[in-house]
């Protein structure tokens, strides 16, 4: 027999021979965001595999990718699934399937702990890349926490409110999402996810707003600036997908349609969840992509000489520089050819040597200035201006003879 899934509320009546499903966009962004997740998490591994240095973070960052992986490929075969992204009272409880309800049910408990994963890896990137003070270093943990506990409630709540009731077939999980506390306007599931979408949204903004805060830590490079700039660009992305996500919520508790608004929620929810895991890869990308990338000077061969490992087998030799390389230029030779510092290999600005140090660059507080020692007034008209230099008794290569009479204030 012929029912909606919820009887239509005032204004609205139902039309049951809508059909198919209208997730593809959906499918489209999990299919494109996927290999990009992987693609940047794999370049953060090598990046740390290179330096072979792990931190916490880094394990935080990889169970993150595992979660969120999983979570965007689950959403591709929910997408394709009918009837997903039709009003709740357009959809004929005799067209639906336990693989859909449970598909369903399943993508909504793990969205809450993959969206509190990329929240626990956006405060640790924020600590590790800015020189960040302690009440930033406190807030975040209690962040952390409160993100942990609100993206929690909402898990629980919808496996307490939604659970198929009272087995685990078809018509239970029908029943469960036709209770009052599921998918009512009152019901307990639809007030959690709004205050979970504000919640997320408002660490969002904090997260922003204190990277932007923060970035006078940094001591950066005309180049580096850019990269920084890009970071910002991200973190604004993910802010903006975190309010359409709420806004969207908002709509559906107005409609009482808990699921005509699944396509733009789940969209802007992957989109927010792929862009807070390629954010802390970035660094790790843009340093890969450096290290292979950037012509390294040889003393051996003349400057501006391109590297044959990147010649392709359509490039003609013919048209290289003809400069002959010497035989051989040791470093000193090389330092008198070229005086630029600009070409100065392995240069090291002192802005790094800085960063990780106790000490600034203008951190004059330790350093007490010497009082003023002037010479002794000549005592008659002809005398000279200056002392004359006593004779020492002893030799010139005495220890006694080298000491000087100095004289520190404690």
């Given at each position: 027999?012929?029912?909606?899934?919820?009887?239509?509320?005032?204004?609205?009546?139902?039309?049951?021979?809508?059909?198919?499903?209208?997730g593809l966009p959906v499918v489209v962004l999990a299919g494109?965001?996927?290999?990009?997740?992987?693609?940047?998490?794999?370049?953060?591994?090598?990046?740390?595999?290179?330096?072979?240095?792990?931190?916490?973070?880094?394990?935080?960052?990889?169970?993150?990718?595992?979660?969120?992986?999983?979570?965007?490929?689950?959403?591709?075969?929910?997408?394709?699934?009918?009837?997903?992204?039709?009003?709740?009272?357009?959809?004929?409880?005799?067209?639906?399937?336990?693989?859909?309800?449970?598909?369903?049910?399943?993508?909504?408990?793990?969205?809450?702990?993959?969206?509190?994963?990329?929240?626990?890896?956006?405060?640790?990137?924020?600590?590790?890349?800015?020189?960040?003070?302690?009440?930033?270093?406190?807030?975040?943990?209690?962040?952390?926490?409160?993100?942990?506990?609100?993206?929690?409630?909402?898990?629980?709540?919808?496996?307490?409110?939604?659970?198929?009731?009272?087995?685990?077939?078809?018509?239970?999980?029908?029943?469960?999402?036709?209770?009052?506390?599921?998918?009512?306007?009152?019901?307990?599931?639809?007030?959690?996810?709004?205050?979970?979408?504000?919640?997320?949204?408002?660490?969002?903004?904090?997260?922003?707003?204190?990277?932007?805060?923060?970035?006078?830590?940094?001591?950066?490079?005309?180049?580096?600036?850019?990269?920084?700039?890009?970071?910002?660009?991200?973190?604004?992305?993910?802010?903006?997908?975190?309010?359409?996500?709420?806004?969207?919520?908002?709509?559906?508790?107005?409609?009482?349609?808990?699921?005509?608004?699944?396509?733009?929620?789940?969209?802007?929810?992957?989109?927010?969840?792929?862009?807070?895991?390629?954010?802390?890869?970035?660094?790790?990308?843009?340093?890969?992509?450096?290290?292979?990338?950037?012509?390294?000077?040889?003393?051996?061969?003349?400057?501006?000489?391109?590297?044959?490992?990147?010649?392709?087998?359509?490039?003609?030799?013919?048209?290289?520089?003809?400069?002959?390389?010497?035989?051989?230029?040791?470093?000193?030779?090389?330092?008198?050819?070229?005086?630029?510092?600009?070409?100065?290999?392995?240069?090291?600005?002192?802005?790094?040597?800085?960063?990780?140090?106790?000490?600034?660059?203008?951190?004059?507080?330790?350093?007490?200035?010497?009082?003023?020692?002037?010479?002794?007034?000549?005592?008659?008209?002809?005398?000279?201006?200056?002392?004359?230099?006593?004779?020492?008794?002893?030799?010139?290569?005495?220890?006694?003879?080298?000491?000087?009479?100095?004289?520190?204030?404690?």
């Amino acid at each position: 027999m012929e029912s909606p899934l919820r009887s239509a509320p005032l204004g609205f009546e139902s039309n049951l021979g809508q059909s198919g499903s209208l997730g593809l966009p959906v499918v489209v962004l999990a299919g494109i965001c996927l290999p990009l997740v992987l693609l940047f998490a794999f370049a953060h591994v090598y990046a740390r595999v290179l330096v072979n240095k792990w931190i916490v973070h880094d394990y935080v960052y990889l169970i993150s990718c595992l979660f969120s992986v999983l979570f965007i490929a689950f959403s591709m075969p929910l997408g394709l699934a009918e009837p997903f992204g039709q009003r709740v009272w357009n959809i004929n409880t005799a067209a639906l399937t336990k693989t859909y309800m449970s598909l369903l049910h399943a993508f909504t408990i793990s969205t809450g702990l993959v969206l509190w994963f990329t929240k626990v890896i956006t405060f640790g990137f924020v600590i590790r890349i800015f020189d960040a003070p302690r009440w930033f270093r406190h807030s975040s943990y209690v962040g952390i926490i409160l993100t942990g506990l609100i993206f929690s409630q909402y898990t629980v709540t919808v496996v307490l409110a939604c659970g198929p009731k009272p087995d685990d077939d078809l018509k239970s999980y029908i029943n469960g999402f036709r209770t009052q506390a599921c998918s009512a306007q009152s019901g307990v599931h639809m007030i959690t996810g709004i205050t979970t979408s504000l919640f997320n949204c408002i660490t969002d903004l904090y997260l922003l707003s204190a990277a932007i805060y923060l970035r006078k830590t940094l001591r950066e490079s005309t180049r580096q600036m850019k990269s920084t700039y890009l970071l910002y660009l991200g973190g604004f992305l993910a802010f903006v997908c975190s309010f359409i996500s709420m806004v969207f919520r908002i709509k559906s508790w107005q409609d009482s349609d808990i699921t005509g608004y699944q396509v733009p929620i789940d969209f802007t929810v992957i989109l927010e969840v792929v862009l807070c895991l390629i954010l802390p890869a970035m660094p790790s990308t843009f340093e890969i992509w450096k290290f292979y990338t950037h012509v390294e000077i040889v003393e051996r061969s003349t400057i501006g000489t391109p590297s044959t490992m990147w010649l392709t087998s359509r490039t003609n030799l013919s048209t290289l520089p003809s400069t002959p390389s010497p035989s051989h230029e040791g470093r000193g030779g090389w330092r008198k050819t070229h005086l630029s510092i600009e070409e100065l290999p392995f240069r090291k600005p002192s802005v790094d040597y800085y960063r990780n140090s106790p000490l600034k660059p203008l951190d004059m507080t330790r350093m007490k200035a010497l009082p003023a020692t002037p010479l002794p007034a000549p005592k008659t008209p002809t005398a000279p201006k200056t002392p004359r230099t006593p004779k020492t008794p002893k030799t010139p290569n005495s220890v006694k003879s080298m000491q000087l009479p100095i004289l520190l204030e404690q």
